[in-house]
T-cell receptor
Framework: AQSVTQLGSHVSVSEGALVLLRCNYS??????LFWYVQYPNQGLQLLLK??????LVKGINGFEAEFKKSETSFHLTKPSAHMSDAAEYFC???????????FGKGTKLTVNP | DAGVIQSPRHEVTEMGQEVTLRCKPI?????LFWYRQTMMRGLELLIY????????DSGMPEDRFSAKMPNASFSTLKIQPSEPRDSAVYFC????????????FGPGTRLTVT
């Protein structure tokens, strides 16, 4: 069965510092992986996706993620945090061959001035 | 485009009452998903539709929950009777047929059952 584990429910960084949000996946088939972002009191928004093309995926707002099969990881990074990046971030994996996504528990990112 | 529209944004009701949540997907999207988000369980898929037809309702917690999609521009999620444990934020999302994983979420309905 497909699942994702997000390491760290809360991450705090200083403005301008590197952002690293961790996600490990479990999948019996080549995975489709995604990162979504949820700003306060809003719905989720697709940040980026991996669908078996390039292993380094670039998304919106300067975020990127690297698919590492050997480590079963899909960590999200951004070189320099901005105050506007404060939000909750969800990693997700496609469930089997269906149209269903399985979401992780989320990581809340705080950016300190 | 107006995005996914959900109503009401907030609902407070008493245990035992019927609750109906509404969703208008983005025009032209073939898929519609209903999710529930709680602190304890995170984001859970309840049911999803393709071209107005329910495809998978295995996430619906029990018979008290039902969902319909009478046409391409409207869906409802009904809880009858409601219970305090149903308190959560309910999201509707839609996606185009070619890229079902590019789900566009509505702002959610925060349901409180007292």
């Amino acid at each position: 069965a497909q699942s994702v584990t997000q390491l760290g429910s809360h991450v705090s960084v200083s403005e301008g510092a590197l952002v690293l949000l961790r996600c490990n996946y479990s999948s019996s088939v080549p995975p489709y992986l995604f990162w979504y972002v949820q700003y306060p009191n809003q719905g989720l928004q697709l940040l980026l996706k991996y669908t078996s093309a390039a292993t380094l995926v670039k998304g919106i707002n300067g975020f990127e993620a690297e698919f590492k099969k050997s480590e079963t990881s899909f960590h999200l990074t951004k070189p320099s945090a901005h105050m506007s990046d404060a939000a909750e971030y969800f990693c997700a994996v496609r469930k089997g061959g269906s149209e269903k996504l399985v979401f992780g528990k989320g990581t809340k990112l705080t950016v300190n001035p | 485009d107006a995005g996914v529209i959900q109503s009401p944004r907030h609902e407070v009701t008493e245990m035992g009452q019927e609750v109906t949540l509404r969703c208008k997907p983005i025009s032209g999207h073939d898929y519609l998903f209903w999710y529930r988000q709680t602190m304890m369980r995170g984001l859970e898929l309840l049911i999803y539709f393709n071209n107005n037809v329910p495809i998978d309702d295995s996430g619906m917690p029990e018979d008290r929950f039902s969902a319909k999609m009478p046409n391409a521009s409207f869906s409802t999620l009904k809880i009858q009777p409601s219970e305090p444990r149903d308190s959560a934020v309910y999201f509707c999302a839609s996606s185009p047929g070619t890229n079902f994983y590019e789900q566009y979420f509505g702002p959610g309905t925060r349901l409180t059952v007292t």
